[in-house]
């Protein structure tokens, strides 16, 4: 059975030739192209209005220039100009939308799915992707064919732009002291997974006087490994650590927003911690908040209360902790993906900020990785998930709340349970059939404990449907 092609906040996701094709790309185009136009000048905008423009990237994969050219084509198609940025990170896009002034951006992306998929994510002239309301007005435009095509003298016109990485390591430059990372002279082993990251970071890692060695960088898009930067695919980076004495091993994804590290030891230190590092060097300057999504580790809470700092929690998804980050006027954010946002750079993860931070704190401590990963108190966290029908979703979200009547509970997305030695979340994904559970705790024994809880709340649930 053919998979279904996912449109949800995050945009248009599907497998390359089977339900995402050139033609479908287009459409979406056109239809983004028509919901600028509402926005900005309203429901009976008219081809005579300013012309709206709309900046475009793409990750290296080999489906990448066929669907950002349908996707151009659908943009022009409906009056909206386009400034093509070529093969950039997502980090990228959203940095360039500001700088240009876009009325929106597109990036070419499916992030950390395997090859055969790809996707249009969509940004609004904030550089954030679409909230709620809006993704969902957008879907409406696609699935009706509400779009109309101009003539020929009021086509959108295409241009290209190919100072991207300039500005983006300009933007991370002033965020850190690149005299005081460059005495320290770094070895830095990198890997980009063959994909968007590897030309503007090694650009990054230079400037700041690092000695690299990348593997995978070439924008290839044909991944070396699996593309999420996840222990079981860094082996390589692993050995390459240890191999060449490095002082730190960094890994994107594809397009680059999210960021894992090794330490000195090629020990895999997991991609929670990227925010963690991150955090704790901006807490060391400054007291402020923080804001992260319902599933991120507690290590966050501990070194932002240590500082006399305080976390505010979102839905799980770029755009919401984007979103209550500009609300609280955070100076930190991010997911426990690996994903950093520092709302100097832009409203969206951003792995060479994540570097950029890592970096600075190593070279004014003096301290190794796994020195500084210690000083952070580490918790057990487990993720799963589990094919789950809507409404046993819901029963097993009602069980769960009768249950842990002692916790703290977050309605925000799903439900979040707090206890005084640990959490558990537990959500219906957005993009398919399934519910996550994410538990985190002090020590195993005691995220077993909750695991067990809630299997057994299941398999209550889905005995109860059988009989």
């Known amino acids: 059975m053919a998979e279904q ?3 949800s ?16 790309a287009a459409e979406y185009g056109s239809a983004f192209g028509a919901f600028l136009r509402n926005r900005h000048f309203g429901a009976q905008s008219t081809r005579h209005e300013a012309r709206l423009s709309v900046c475009i990237g793409a990750d290296s994969r080999p489906s990448g220039q066929m669907l950002k050219s349908a996707v151009t084509a659908g943009l022009c198609g409906v009056g909206i100009d386009v400034t093509d940025l070529g093969i950039v990170t997502t980090p990228g896009v959203g940095i360039m939308v500001r700088e240009l002034g876009c009325a929106g951006g597109v990036i070419i992306t499916a992030s950390h799915n395997p090859i055969q998929y790809n996707g249009i994510k969509l940004l609004l002239d904030n550089g954030i992707a679409p909230p709620t309301e809006a993704s969902e007005q957008i879907k409406k435009y696609f699935y009706n064919k509400d779009f109309t095509f101009v003539d020929s003298a009021n086509c959108g016109k295409k241009t290209t732009e190919n100072q991207t990485d300039t500005i983006h390591i300009a933007k991370v430059m002033a965020i850190i002291d690149k005299e005081t990372i460059s005495a320290k002279k770094f070895k830095v082993v990198l890997d980009c997974v063959n994909g968007a990251g590897g030309r503007v970071t090694k650009k990054m890692l230079a400037e700041l006087g690092c000695v690299i060695s990348a ?6 898009g044909l991944f070396a490994h699996g593309p999420e930067p996840a222990a079981e695919n860094l082996t390589a980076l692993c050995e390459a650590v240890k191999t060449k004495q490095a002082d730190i091993g960094f890994a994107q994804d594809p397009d ?3 960021l894992a590290i090794v330490d000195e030891t ?20 400054k007291t402020g908040s923080a804001a992260t999504n319902l599933s991120t580790s507690r290590m966050i809470n501990d070194i932002a209360e240590k500082a006399g700092g305080q976390v505010y929690r979102s839905a799980v998804g770029e755009a919401n902790v984007a979103a ?7 100076i930190i954010g991010g997911e426990g993906n690996g994903g950093v946002i520092d709302l100097r750079v832009g409203p969206i993860r951003d792995s060479l900020v994540g570097i950029g931070l890592v970096l600075q704190l190593m070279a004014e401590t003096g301290k190794t990785i796994s020195q500084l990963v210690s000083e952070i108190d580490g918790y057990y966290m487990s993720k799963d998930k589990f094919t ?9 979200l009602n069980s769960a709340k009768k249950l842990f009547t002692n916790a703290k509970l977050d309605t925000t997305d799903g439900c979040r349970f707090d206890f005084d030695d640990g959490w558990i979340h537990l959500r219906t994904s957005n993009t398919e059939p399934v519910m996550r559970i994410m538990v985190e705790a002090k020590n195993k024994t005691i995220a077993q404990k909750y695991i067990d809880a809630v299997s057994n709340i299941r398999k209550e649930i889905l005995h109860r449907r059988g009989g």
């Open 388 to 396: 789950v029908e809507k409404i046993q979703a819901q029963q097993i």
């Open 266 to 285: 090629g020990t895999y230190i997991g991609e929670e911690y990227t925010l963690a590092l991150a955090a704790k060097y901006i807490f060391s300057k």
């Open 215 to 220: 593997i995978n960088d070439e924008p290839t």
């Open 256 to 258: 680059a927003d999210r």
């Open 9 to 24: 906040i995050s945009g248009l996701r599907g497998i390359v030739g089977e339900n995402l094709t050139a033609s479908i």
């Open 5 to 7: 092609l996912i449109i």
């Open 324 to 330: 209550a980050m500009l609300e609280h006027n955070c």
